[in-house]
């Protein structure tokens, strides 16, 4: 067992020191699974980044309130009275006498994008005074809040940063109306971000929404009053509402363009790697033809054809792992950070997030390689430790 | 040709190597074809927009309602043929998932202005007749397995019914296609009249209108004057052709089109690395042999064209089983996806790039070896073997 | 055996390898009748081969001309050497050279190729070379299923389908033991006398050397006619 085992290491090291011989093929299957782990930690870092700035903006703490069967808080509708009802009911947690609470409403406006100069969706979504409250995390950088009454903006730093003519102290115009952006603020990276925020009785009355609003959030007493506050509105006629938490509430939204990344991504991902196993399996025949004569006399000397078997395996599975932690070197280099922003069906307007090279991803990606160098080095290898030696040293 | 057999059969010298590249060839191409069809849906049937159909829109949000009396007024404006109206509902059917447009419409004038969407005159009718009646684009009725005569629910999100209730029923009284199978016929119609009646707020608006331009009229003249006329008023418009509003979205999806260029780039990158070794090595193991041909009078450029020749032969062998496979897929593909992402199609432009690829790539690929086959000098290669 | 087929008047050789001049012709000449068969014997680097190759006008001499059935092929460029070669020379070379991916038959044909024959004319020119050299029922097999002699038999068919006058072998009989090598040098003589194809062989055989006319000997990049013993 020990001298098999010896034998094993000792084939396997020498056909690694052979490995600079074989460069040209060996390359080939490295750059193969690069570019294979490389598409697959691309394209899935920007559903993670997506994700995650969707997720992230959803609280536990806080409860949204839309109408029963919305698909989005856009294609909601709710009075000023069933507000009321929600700021009294049971499980909203109360700063004094006052709830705290935050009913909103949005509409979508054009802004021009700053890398393509052309049109966007952007969500101008006016407030009320607690919307600092019930979110988490919120918190003006730079400027000042706006006043209410006034037609003031403050916009999302991803916004800013994303969207042209949208400065702290410079005027912006929709429509009829100019509007002055007073100031920053920041949301822990979320999509909230990527909104314009004004004061709702201001916006209600520019668009003329009359009294009426899309959605309420809450903060809740505890994380156990969300069940306390939905019994309560569900059992009230006057109100048809669906409650759930901001978290659940974002996780729905960011579904559809998630998933359909990764409807994509997968598939892709996989038929490369089937296209990078052939490549791979090409590489490791080379190798093993290459290698003819070395092997013979190997095995003439009395080494087994495990220890050829398992140093071929070796080699290609070793070429795999290189190649993947190029690929997803590359992939956290160039894309983690990138910041693009895009369509989000549901709220009808635009998302601005990062790519996300997650080390899970990475560590997924590292899978993928060993996969490939597994499966692209299996039947070369079964082949070097066939290798009839007898013809193989008679060609010497 | 008569110097196919020499290059077949050179090509196939180590057939398990030939087979190899040519099935990375293979899934390279079948990847190009599926990500070109994607590419041409975020497209969003840019290239099928009408140039005479021009979009109006409420000037400060595409989501805020024009007034209906706009109508006639965009009628009698000049350079404008014809007018009909349409309105996002923005419901589904059973659950919050199977959403697809639906639009109320007025029957006849929307069928004249989409007319490439064929349905059989009586369905019209019978549509036009029925004030609770609807078609559907064939594409929605084979996903959801409707027939003429079915009674189908639609749960609103945004209108309320003024009974308060939120489903709204209709009879299925036709279903209609597209002439262009580029097009996407996932779509839902019903009657404005049964909308403005049934619906609980906003009566008297439209969420946009659609027109045709006179022959001889310029579209960006006659866009210009509509919104001039209604601006200074409580709902100025924003008048853009059908090309321009498709654009409007697809830009919004951020770069698809650079994205899908970057994936394949990284693809066939890999595979010009794969066939360039594969032929160095071919050319390499037969150096005697070209060195032969070359006794026998083959002159350098002959040879130099038997080695591209091979290099191109092996990507046409395996780009044109890669297209060819991704075209059915596609075809497949496009249907699943017809409702959330119409117009999935491998047009002929991608197809003809596709083969300038495969002959590019061969050349690239073959081009080092095919130079060294052809400078090769006759007597050291001899010398050597 | 009147006409002088080939003839090299002053050849030299010179080969510069880095700063070493290697001269392995020295002032050459050789008149060469048509239809004779000759033999050149000599020690290893006494330049045989590359008289062979200046024959063949696979090389160009340093100094000197070369000139072949009257063509001048010192002064030819490259494509004009191809052409000519075509249809002027056969080789036949040690290692037989035969293109392992063809049959017989499609090897034979390749000189073919270059020329203006349709397809049928050329199966049928290529199946007559091959009836000459005795394979004709070897036409559909691949060099691997032959032996050595049988692969040798088919490179002198794809050297004599052409129809040249001129044909250059270099060592054709190293490769093969007694027996087969006689077989081979008896085509030879068959292709020489009965054909008229004047023959120029290089070998280090000296029984071989007996198959020919006369012999020459090649040292230090001359000539010398040596009687046969």
């Known amino acids: ?238 109100i048809d509402p669906d409650v759930m938490t901001e978290k659940e509430y974002y996780s729905g939204q960011a579904e559809g363009l998630s998933k359909f990344i990764k409807i994509i991504g997968y598939p892709l991902t996989i038929l490369m790697s089937i296209g990078a196993v052939f490549g791979a399996l090409n590489s490791m025949y080379s190798s093993v033809s290459v290698r003819g004569k070395e092997i013979a006399t190997l095995r003439a000397l009395g080494f087994g054809p495990t220890s050829i078997l398992i140093s071929t395996m070796v080699e290609s599975t070793l070429l795999a792992l290189i190649g993947g932690l190029l690929g997803g070197a590359t992939a956290y280099l160039v894309f983690n950070g990138f910041q693009v922003s895009t369509l989000n069906g549901p709220s009808f307007s635009q998302v601005v997030f990062d790519f996300a090279v997650t080390g899970d991803l990475l560590v997924d990606g590292l899978y993928a390689a060993l996969i490939i160098g597994a499966f692209g080095g299996l039947l070369p290898a079964i082949r070097a430790a066939r290798l009839p030696v007898a013809q193989a040293l008679r060609e010497l | ?215 001889g009229a310029d579209p960006i003249r006659v866009a210009n004057t509509i919104d001039l006329q209604f601006s200074n008023s409580p709902n100025e418009t924003k008048t853009s052709t059908e090309a321009a509003f498709a654009q409007s979205f697809t830009k919004q999806f951020g770069n698809i089109a650079l994205i899908v260029t970057l994936i394949l780039g990284a693809v066939f990158f890999t595979l010009l690395l794969v066939s360039g070794n594969t032929m160095s090595q071919s050319v390499r193991e037969r150096i005697s042999e070209l060195a032969v041909l070359k006794t026998l009078g083959f002159n350098d450029r002959t040879v130099l064209g038997v080695v591209l020749s091979e290099s191109i032969l092996i990507m046409l062998l395996g780009g044109l089983l890669g297209l060819g496979l991704g075209w059915l897929v596609v075809q497949g593909l496009a249907k699943q996806m017809a409702a959330f992402l119409p117009g999935v199609f491998l047009s002929p432009g991608a197809i003809a790039a596709g083969i300038g690829m495969m002959i590019g790539a061969g050349i690239l690929a073959g081009i080092f070896p095919a130079l060294k086959a052809m400078r090769l000098s006759i007597i050291d290669a001899l010398a050597r073997a | 055996m009147s006409d002088v087929l080939a003839r090299l008047k002053g050849v030299s050789r010179i080969y510069q390898k880095g700063k070493e001049r290697v001269e392995v012709l020295h002032e050459l000449d050789l008149e060469i009748p048509d239809g004779d068969f000759i033999a050149i014997m000599g020690p290893s680097g006494s330049g045989k081969t590359t008289l062979l190759n200046l024959l063949g006008g696979l090389d160009k001499p340093t100094a000197g001309t070369v000139s072949v059935g009257g063509a001048e092929l010192s002064s030819m460029s490259n494509s004009q050497l191809s052409k000519w070669r075509s249809t002027h020379v056969g080789f036949i070379f040690q290692f037989y050279n035969l293109l392992p991916v063809l049959t017989a038959l499609r090897n034979v044909e390749l000189p073919l190729l270059l020329t203006n024959f349709n397809a049928r004319e050329r199966v049928k020119r290529a199946s007559i070379a091959l009836d000459i050299v005795g394979l004709a029922d070897r036409a559909r097999h691949y060099p691997r299923e032959l032996s050595g002699g049988q692969e040798q038999r088919v490179a002198i068919a794809r050297a004599i389908v052409s129809d040249p006058s001129l044909l250059l072998c270099d060592e054709p009989t190293g490769d093969l033991d007694r027996d087969t090598a006689d077989e081979i040098l008896r085509l030879l003589q068959v292709l020489n006398r009965e054909h008229g194809k004047t023959i120029v062989m290089v070998t280090h055989d000296a029984q071989a050397a007996e198959f020919a006319n006369r012999t020459l000997h090649c040292d230090k990049g001359t000539l010398e006619a040596k009687e046969a013993a």
């Open chain 1, 1 to 238: 067992m020990m001298r098999g085992l010896q034998q094993v290491l000792a084939v396997t090291w020498l056909n690694l020191r052979n490995l600079p011989q074989r460069v040209g093929s060996s390359i080939v299957a490295v750059i193969g699974v690069a570019a294979v782990v490389l598409v697959f930690a691309a394209v899935l870092s920007m559903a993670k980044g997506f994700e995650r700035t969707m997720i992230s903006a959803g609280s536990e703490d806080t409860a949204i309130i839309v109408r029963s069967g919305s698909t989005s808080e856009l294609t909601s509708g709710l009075s000023n009275e069933q507000v009321l009802i929600v700021a009294d009911a049971p499980g909203v947690l109360k700063d004094g006498d006052d709830s705290v609470i935050s009913a909103e409403l949005y509409v979508v406006v054009d802004v021009k994008k700053k890398t393509s100069n052309t049109d966007a969706n952007v969500p101008f979504r006016g407030v009320q005074a607690g919307a600092f409250d019930v979110r988490k995390d919120v918190t003006i950088t730079e400027g000042r809040m706006f006043e209410a009454g006034k037609n003031e903006i403050v916009v999302g730093r991803s916004a800013q940063q994303e969207f042209a003519g949208l400065d702290t102290g410079s005027t912006i115009r929709f429509g009829q109306t100019d509007w002055n952006i007073v100031g920053t603020f920041a949301a822990g990276g979320s999509v909230s971000e990527s909104e314009l925020w004004t004061d709702v009785r201001i916006l209600q009355s520019a668009y003329r929404r009359g009294n009426s609003f899309q959605s309420v959030r809450v903060k809740l007493q505890s994380s156990g009053s969300l069940n306390v506050l939905k019994t309560a509105l569900d059992e009230d006629p006057r």
């Open chain 2, 1 to 215: 040709m008569k110097y196919f057999r020499l290059i077949w059969k050179n090509a196939w010298r180590k057939k398990v190597r030939t087979l190899l590249t040519i099935l990375s060839v293979f899934v390279a191409f079948l990847l190009f074809a599926l990500l070109s069809a994607i590419g041409f849906a975020f497209r969003g049937g840019v290239d099928v927009a009408d140039a005479e159909r021009l979009i109006i829109i409420d000037k400060v949000s595409l989501i805020n309602l024009l007034p209906m009396s706009y109508m006639s007024r965009i009628a009698s404006t000049d350079g404008v043929e014809s007018v009909t109206h349409a309105s996002w509902f923005g419901g589904y059917y059973q659950e919050p998932r199977n959403q697809f447009g639906q639009f109320p419409v007025d029957p006849q004038s929307y069928f004249d202005m989409y007319s490439e969407f064929n349905i059989p005159e009586e369905q019209l009718e019978a549509f036009k007749q029925n004030r609770t009646g609807a078609v559907v684009g064939q594409d929605i009725a084979a996903t959801y397995g409707w027939k003429i005569g079915d009674r189908i629910p639609i749960q609103a999100t945004i209108w309320t019914k003024a009974d308060g209730g939120r489903t709204w029923e209709f009879d299925l009284e036709g279903i209609f296609s597209t002439d262009d199978p580029r097009g996407s016929s996932a779509l839902m119609l019903f009657q404005y009249d049964y909308f403005e009646e049934a619906r609980a707020f906003a009566k008297g608006t439209v969420g946009w209108y659609v027109l045709r331009v006179a022959k």
